[in-house]
């Protein structure tokens, strides 16, 4: 049992996992020729060397469209310049490795690290089969709110932008903004960043071409979102596409969902005298994970790898010994969010209940509705940081 024990808090065999999982399902999924998104990836950089919309439809070289910024097309360069059946392999492996140091610097003792590597194993291998950028978006929240931590604000500048500029997503990193020291030094490092990740894309390509790249991008993203709010979309597993599958109504409106999911999530801040325990911060780490995910509507099955991951932070940052309440709560996350997907959840439930009604961010919702809570009505000072170290 202890050579099992020191073998499952082996970093190195982690890793050694991780990546095995990256190589395999990559190779596994070029073989069987389903790399869509991988597909999408690469041409929005050959789309940009030749001028053309990256926002169109393509369907002769991939199904579906383009939904990354202008800035992508230099980020997915290298891959892209490549051979598919090298370039896919190589942009698995970066997304896992990006992740998996991100995880790293969490100020958790190091095996409650190892515990959300072998927690989120199942749902990073969900991302990986789809190729999903979800992966170093999950990985660039988690390392924004790291460097915020050490004092960092440059580095956590470029990360918040960096994920804004190729998938809006990153922008949530703003939510550890009260934690930031040097405030003032922050917000310049963050236009900086903004106006380097605004104006470089021109640089290769021509300004005039990029800015009519960002009118694009915003139209496109203006149409995803009522193409995603339907009833059979394998998009919208959210809040409001629970809502609106269970009810059988597609014509819910998102907004009464965000503003109330908003109100809930800024309430915390009020506790300020709180902002200097570890684990309220923490807290907010797992909240902000979990509310991207759940009150978008465009999270689909493999976009949970961000949201997971904020549960399994709130679950490890518990007081020992855990309440029953809270190992039901983490088991139940477990089964019908990371695992109802996968074969290992039966098909019958999954086809029907799982998939129809949206039902993979039930779990994340209690999860977060009981974060909210915690972070309002917890006691937070310096012994409870124990919890975390």
């Known amino acids: 049992m202890n050579t099992i024990l020191k073998t499952l808090n082996n970093r190195k065999f982690i890793l050694g996992i ?32 030749e001028r053309l919309n990256l926002y169109a439809e393509y369907p002769q070289q991939y199904g579906d469209t383009n939904h990354y910024g202008p800035f992508f097309s230099l980020l997915i360069a290298p891959f892209a310049l490549l051979p598919d059946y090298i370039g896919t ?48 978006i999950a990985a ?21 932008m960096l994920g804004t500029f190729v998938k809006l997503y990153g922008i949530v990193g703003l939510a550890f903004f009260f934690f930031v020291k040097k405030k003032w030094n922050f917000v ?41 709010a339907s009833l059979t979309s394998m998009q919208d597993i959210s809040v409001m596409g629970m809502a609106r599958r269970i009810s059988g109504d597609v014509n819910l409106p998102n907004l009464p969902f965000l503003a109330g999911g908003l109100l809930l999530f800024a309430l915390p801040y009020l506790r300020i005298k709180a902002y200097a325990d570890l684990n309220f911060r923490l807290l907010l780490l797992a909240s902000t994970l979990i509310f991207t995910v759940i009150f978008s509507n465009s999270s689909e099955s493999p976009t949970y790898i ?10 490890l940052i518990q007081q020992r010994p855990f309440k029953i309440w809270q190992i ?62």
Request: proline share 3%; glycine share 2%; hydrophobic share 55%.
């Open 140 to 160: 660039i929240i988690i390392l924004t709110f790291a460097f915020i931590q050490r004092g960092k604000n440059f580095w956590a500048a470029m990360l918040i």
């Open 328 to 389: 039901a709560l983490f088991v139940f996350a477990l089964l019908l969010t990371s695992f109802s997907p996968s074969d290992l959840f039966p098909k019958f439930v999954r086809e029907n209940y799982i998939k129809p009604y949206s039902l993979k961010a039930l779990p994340c919702l209690i999860v977060w509705l009981v974060i909210i809570y915690q972070m309002m009505c917890s006691k937070f000072n310096q012994t409870e940081q124990l919890h975390a170290e």
């Open 89 to 136: 392999i190589l942009w698995q492996i970066a997304n896992t490795l990006f992740l998996f140091f991100a995880i790293q610097q969490l100020p958790l003792a190091f095996k409650k690290i190892n515990a959300v590597y072998w927690i989120v194993a199942h749902e990073l291998m969900t991302a990986l089969f789809s190729f999903q950028f979800n992966i170093s």
């Open 188 to 228: 310049l490092s963050c236009f900086c960043w903004a106006l380097i990740f605004f104006i470089l894309p021109m640089v290769f390509f021509s300004p005039t071409y990029i800015l009519q790249c960002y009118q694009d991008w915003y139209r496109s993203l203006a149409q995803k979102q009522q193409l995603n």
């Open 18 to 49: 991780w990546l095995l999982l990256a190589i395999f399902l990559g190779f596994k999924q070029y073989h069987k020729g389903s790399y869509n998104n991988y597909l999408i990836f690469k041409h929005v950089y050959h789309h940009a060397v």
């Open 306 to 315: 961000i949201a997971f991951l904020g549960v399994s932070i709130w679950f």
